[in-house]
Protein backbone atom coordinates (compact mmCIF):
# COMPACT_ATOMS: atom_id res chain seq x y z
CA UNK A 1 0.00 0.00 0.00
CA UNK A 2 2.65 2.24 0.63
CA UNK A 3 4.41 1.57 -2.42
CA UNK A 4 1.02 2.77 -4.44
CA UNK A 5 0.55 5.59 -2.18
CA UNK A 6 4.26 7.12 -2.50
CA UNK A 7 4.53 6.34 -6.59
CA UNK A 8 4.07 9.66 -8.92
CA UNK A 9 0.50 10.37 -9.37
CA UNK A 10 -0.58 12.09 -12.82
CA UNK A 11 -1.34 15.49 -12.43
CA UNK A 12 -5.20 15.26 -12.80
CA UNK A 13 -5.77 13.31 -10.00
CA UNK A 14 -4.79 16.61 -7.71
CA UNK A 15 -6.98 18.89 -10.13
CA UNK A 16 -9.80 16.20 -9.85
CA UNK A 17 -9.39 16.59 -5.52
CA UNK A 18 -9.00 20.50 -5.64
CA UNK A 19 -12.09 20.84 -8.09
CA UNK A 20 -13.71 18.05 -5.33
CA UNK A 21 -13.26 20.26 -2.40
CA UNK A 22 -13.68 23.50 -4.19
CA UNK A 23 -17.62 22.37 -4.54
CA UNK A 24 -17.83 21.43 -1.34
CA UNK A 25 -16.12 24.62 0.24
CA UNK A 26 -18.56 26.89 -2.52
CA UNK A 27 -21.84 24.21 -1.49
CA UNK A 28 -21.11 25.35 2.49
CA UNK A 29 -20.59 29.15 1.21
CA UNK A 30 -16.95 28.93 2.66
CA UNK A 31 -13.59 30.27 1.12
CA UNK A 32 -10.36 28.77 0.66
CA UNK A 33 -7.11 31.09 1.38
CA UNK A 34 -4.42 29.86 3.41
CA UNK A 35 -3.37 33.59 3.90
CA UNK A 36 -6.61 34.00 5.80
CA UNK A 37 -5.39 31.44 8.56
CA UNK A 38 -2.66 34.14 9.18
CA UNK A 39 -5.38 36.68 10.24
CA UNK A 40 -6.81 34.19 12.43
CA UNK A 41 -3.84 33.15 14.49
CA UNK A 42 -2.81 36.77 14.74
CA UNK A 43 -6.11 37.27 16.40
CA UNK A 44 -5.68 34.04 18.49
CA UNK A 45 -2.51 35.64 19.70
CA UNK A 46 -3.89 39.00 20.84
CA UNK A 47 -3.53 41.10 18.14
CA UNK A 48 -6.44 42.41 17.65
CA UNK A 49 -5.27 45.01 20.85
CA UNK A 50 -2.81 46.50 18.72
CA UNK A 51 -4.64 46.64 15.30
CA UNK A 52 -8.63 46.67 14.11
CA UNK A 53 -7.74 44.40 11.05
CA UNK A 54 -7.23 41.40 13.26
CA UNK A 55 -10.42 41.92 15.86
CA UNK A 56 -13.01 39.70 14.23
CA UNK A 57 -14.37 36.66 15.08
CA UNK A 58 -12.11 33.97 13.94
CA UNK A 59 -13.63 31.07 14.84
CA UNK A 60 -15.69 31.24 11.89
CA UNK A 61 -12.18 30.17 10.34
CA UNK A 62 -11.69 27.62 12.84
CA UNK A 63 -11.94 24.89 9.76
CA UNK A 64 -9.33 26.67 8.16
CA UNK A 65 -6.67 26.59 10.67
CA UNK A 66 -7.55 22.77 10.92
CA UNK A 67 -6.96 22.39 6.55
CA UNK A 68 -3.35 24.40 7.92
CA UNK A 69 -2.46 21.60 10.84
CA UNK A 70 -3.53 19.35 8.72
CA UNK A 71 -1.57 20.49 5.52
CA UNK A 72 2.08 21.21 8.10
CA UNK A 73 1.24 17.30 9.60
CA UNK A 74 0.93 15.91 5.99
CA UNK A 75 3.33 17.99 4.48
CA UNK A 76 5.73 16.58 7.44
CA UNK A 77 4.34 12.29 6.46
CA UNK A 78 4.60 12.89 2.90
CA UNK A 79 8.77 13.71 3.27
CA UNK A 80 9.18 11.87 6.15
CA UNK A 81 7.26 8.56 5.15
CA UNK A 82 6.30 8.77 1.45
CA UNK A 83 8.72 10.63 0.28
CA UNK A 84 11.34 9.48 -3.09
CA UNK A 85 14.24 8.41 -2.10
CA UNK A 86 15.59 11.08 -5.37
CA UNK A 87 14.99 14.71 -4.87
CA UNK A 88 12.68 16.87 -7.00
CA UNK A 89 12.80 15.44 -10.26
CA UNK A 90 12.64 18.84 -12.60
CA UNK A 91 13.40 19.41 -16.37
CA UNK A 92 16.91 19.40 -18.31
CA UNK A 93 16.37 22.58 -19.16
CA UNK A 94 15.61 23.82 -16.47
CA UNK A 95 18.70 23.11 -14.87
CA UNK A 96 20.42 24.13 -17.35
CA UNK A 97 18.69 27.57 -16.63
CA UNK A 98 19.44 27.75 -13.10
CA UNK A 99 23.46 27.10 -13.90
CA UNK A 100 23.11 29.83 -16.01
CA UNK A 101 22.62 31.96 -13.03
CA UNK A 102 24.69 30.31 -10.63
CA UNK A 103 22.28 28.04 -8.67
CA UNK A 104 22.96 24.09 -8.56
CA UNK A 105 20.40 21.26 -8.05
CA UNK A 106 20.52 18.53 -5.84
CA UNK A 107 21.58 15.05 -7.49
CA UNK A 108 20.93 12.88 -4.07
CA UNK A 109 18.80 14.33 -0.94
CA UNK A 110 22.14 14.27 0.98
CA UNK A 111 22.56 17.58 -1.01
CA UNK A 112 19.01 18.72 -0.53
CA UNK A 113 15.79 17.45 -1.38
CA UNK A 114 15.50 20.66 -4.34
CA UNK A 115 12.51 22.45 -3.01
CA UNK A 116 14.26 25.49 -2.45
CA UNK A 117 17.94 26.37 -4.08
CA UNK A 118 20.55 26.03 -1.66
CA UNK A 119 23.26 27.50 -3.24
CA UNK A 120 20.57 31.16 -2.55
CA UNK A 121 18.66 30.47 0.80
CA UNK A 122 20.94 29.61 3.27
CA UNK A 123 22.18 31.61 6.77
CA UNK A 124 25.23 32.09 5.31
CA UNK A 125 23.72 33.94 2.32
CA UNK A 126 21.50 35.81 5.00
CA UNK A 127 23.83 38.29 5.33
CA UNK A 128 24.54 39.49 2.22
CA UNK A 129 22.92 41.68 0.17
CA UNK A 130 21.73 39.05 -2.17
CA UNK A 131 20.47 37.07 0.60
CA UNK A 132 19.09 40.25 2.38
CA UNK A 133 17.31 41.49 -0.81
CA UNK A 134 15.88 37.51 -1.65
CA UNK A 135 14.54 36.52 1.73
CA UNK A 136 13.94 39.51 4.07
CA UNK A 137 12.51 42.56 1.50
CA UNK A 138 10.92 39.02 -0.61
CA UNK A 139 9.43 37.84 2.50
CA UNK A 140 7.85 41.42 3.25
CA UNK A 141 6.49 41.75 -0.51
CA UNK A 142 5.24 38.80 -0.75
CA UNK A 143 3.57 39.20 2.86
CA UNK A 144 2.77 42.97 1.70
CA UNK A 145 1.36 41.68 -1.55
CA UNK A 146 -0.98 39.06 -0.32
CA UNK A 147 -2.38 41.72 1.83
CA UNK A 148 -2.97 44.56 -0.68
CA UNK A 149 -4.30 42.01 -3.09
CA UNK A 150 -6.89 40.59 -0.29
CA UNK A 151 -5.31 36.94 -0.42
CA UNK A 152 -2.50 35.02 -1.44
CA UNK A 153 -2.26 33.30 -4.84
CA UNK A 154 -4.18 29.87 -3.97
CA UNK A 155 -6.35 32.07 -2.36
CA UNK A 156 -7.19 34.15 -5.68
CA UNK A 157 -6.34 31.84 -8.76
CA UNK A 158 -8.35 28.54 -7.11
CA UNK A 159 -11.17 30.21 -5.05
CA UNK A 160 -11.64 33.58 -6.06
CA UNK A 161 -11.20 32.16 -9.93
CA UNK A 162 -14.05 29.44 -9.24
CA UNK A 163 -15.83 32.12 -8.14
CA UNK A 164 -15.94 33.74 -11.38
CA UNK A 165 -14.56 37.12 -9.38
CA UNK A 166 -12.75 39.54 -11.61
CA UNK A 167 -10.34 41.24 -8.52
CA UNK A 168 -8.67 37.22 -8.61
CA UNK A 169 -8.61 36.98 -12.20
CA UNK A 170 -7.05 40.55 -11.67
CA UNK A 171 -4.42 39.47 -9.13
CA UNK A 172 -3.72 35.77 -10.92
CA UNK A 173 -2.38 37.86 -14.20
CA UNK A 174 -0.45 40.14 -11.52
CA UNK A 175 1.00 37.28 -10.07
CA UNK A 176 1.86 36.02 -13.24
CA UNK A 177 3.84 39.10 -14.64
CA UNK A 178 5.37 39.28 -11.36
CA UNK A 179 6.76 35.59 -11.63
CA UNK A 180 7.83 36.18 -15.01
CA UNK A 181 9.44 39.79 -14.42
CA UNK A 182 11.35 38.35 -11.07
CA UNK A 183 12.30 35.54 -12.93
CA UNK A 184 13.51 36.65 -16.38
CA UNK A 185 14.37 39.97 -15.40
CA UNK A 186 14.95 40.64 -11.72
CA UNK A 187 16.98 37.43 -10.42
CA UNK A 188 19.67 37.53 -12.74
CA UNK A 189 20.36 40.81 -11.48
CA UNK A 190 20.13 40.31 -7.68
CA UNK A 191 22.13 36.85 -8.46
CA UNK A 192 25.13 39.06 -9.82
CA UNK A 193 25.25 41.05 -6.95
Known amino acids: MIDFISQPWHWSISGLMIVFV ?14 SSFRALCAIGGAKNMAS ?23 GI ?11 QISAAT ?9 TTPQTNAEGLGFIPHDLMNFETLGSLKGFITMVLG ?15 SGH ?9 LPSLVAVIGFFIGGLLMTHVLLPIILNL
Not at 95 to 103: F, M, N, R
Open 139 to 153: GFLIGFGTRWAGGCT
Open 78 to 88: AINVLGSPAPV
Open 157 to 165: AITGLSNLQ
Open 22 to 35: MFLLIYFGQRFGVS
Open 95 to 103: ITDLAEIGI
Open 53 to 75: YFDYDWKGHDWLLTFVLGAIIGG
